[in-house]
């Protein structure tokens, strides 16, 4: 619940929501242009299917494991209250971390990392091999995000999203800088992960520098510090949350190493989740966004509105994929992708409009849910979403020959219209029983 003085805030009006929102927009999109960038950049190696295969599985991989670290953030908008809590927060955010940290270490360092992308992607031992390395060199990024988590969660709550922004543009810059200097001198999944892991770094040493002038506006220590319990309690739906947001392709690439062509199926999914990451980027934005603007069930209202408008915009997006001129620029010119590799692709196109429209829903349930700090259906939508994701796959293994790139997105469809309807019942129980979340 909701203190008064929070309670009493102004009511947060559809233009707030936009400048607030309009600045993630393209912090997301530079944000995930980064990741389609270096799967072109790994395209147009030579024998590029097995590099995608291998990079996609030890991003996946790391992304997954790496979920309780990346959920910290949610937490930190929640709980930032002094400079006290934020050293609380920063041990939370390593405490998260050796939840995973040992399993990371067994595939990064160990023949077991070998047997399980073997076993487990249906890969050649070449491509495990690679995908290893990759692990291993992903857990340099686990101590970037650390503090640029903690970084970012207060330039929010101060509402300068701009200097998020700029923290991708920054990225992106210093990407291009790091592939530069890669061209033509090397190849392999290996270039990808160590770009990605460089300018990651170079992003979190940003978000240091720029937050730095709103740590020390914090008060020392104004009240209480927050128990481990109560970050813990309020927490580990949001780290189910987050394994889940990064498990749904996870878990999809271990159906689609499954099909007639696993590594084809693997890499053309790769690349397309890697375009839909630019595109409805900003969507998983919306999360934090809601977070931070909702204080009441009068805002909750308003910015319902704001994720309508949101829902008809990416979908309208994705519809332009379908035209011949703007698919074939895309995924020929920007990503660089064989003929073969396009035909593909492009059935699975047709689905994305849906998608967009299920991950507006999703995000904005989820939202409110953390807003009100009421976290406990979340973790319950997380699970129900891997488990619509098995289904579907478990439905593709039983086709003869299933467009691998399909399976993919209807996955990602799946999770997130299951985590629309289970969160959204949530919300309308609070409706029924006690007047709104904030209640």
Known sequence: MRNKAVDSHPTVTIGESYRFFTPLIFMAELHMLSHAIISAFLARMPDPEPILAAYSIAFYLHATLGSPVWACQFVAISYIRDRASVLRLFIFST??????????????LT????????STFGTSETVAKEAQICVL????????????????????????????????????????????????????????MLALTACIAIESLYAVIAAYKYYLSLPINSEPVPKYKELWRFGWPVILMQTAESGVAFTASFFLGRLVHPE?????????????????????????AVQTLTRNSADAIIIGKFAIHLAVIFSLVMCALQNDIIRDYALDDIM???????????????????????????????????????????????????FAVCLIGAIALSLSNANG???????????????????????????????????
């Not at 023949?111 to 073997?118: A, M």
């Not at 999914?269 to 934005?285: E, H, K, S, T, Y």
């Not at 429209?357 to 406990?376: I, P």
Request: aromatic share 8%; charged share 10%; net charge positive.
């Open 336 to 386: 660089g992708l064989p003929p073969s590799m396009m035909n593909y692709i492009a059935p699975a196109l047709l689905l994305t409009p849906i998608l967009a429209v299920s991950m507006t829903a999703a995000a904005y349930a989820r939202g409110q849910l953390l807003a009100s700090r009421k976290t406990t259906a979340i973790a319950v939508a997380s699970t129900a979403r891997l």
């Open 405 to 439: 790139a399909v399976v993919g997105v209807l996955a990602l469809i799946a999770a997130f219209i299951t985590e629309a309807v289970i969160l959204g019942g949530r919300i309308l129980y609070a409706e029924h029983r006690t007047g709104g979340l904030f209640n």
């Open 111 to 118: 023949p077991f990392g070998i047997t399980f992308f073997v």
């Open 95 to 108: 405490q998260t971390f050796l939840l995973v940290g040992w399993f990371w270490a067994l595939i990064a």
């Open 137 to 192: 060199v992903s857990t340099l990024i686990v101590p970037c995000v650390f503090f640029r988590s903690l970084a970012y969660a207060l330039l929010m709550l101060n509402r300068r999203t701009t200097l998020v922004t700029l923290g991708t543009v920054i990225r992106l810059i210093g990407l291009f800088g790091i592939l530069t200097i890669l061209q033509g001198n090397t190849s392999g999944a290996l270039v990808g």
């Open 264 to 288: 084809l199926a693997i890499a053309a999914f790769g690349v397309l989740d890697a375009m839909i990451r630019v595109l409805l980027g900003p969507l998983r934005n919306l999360t934090q």
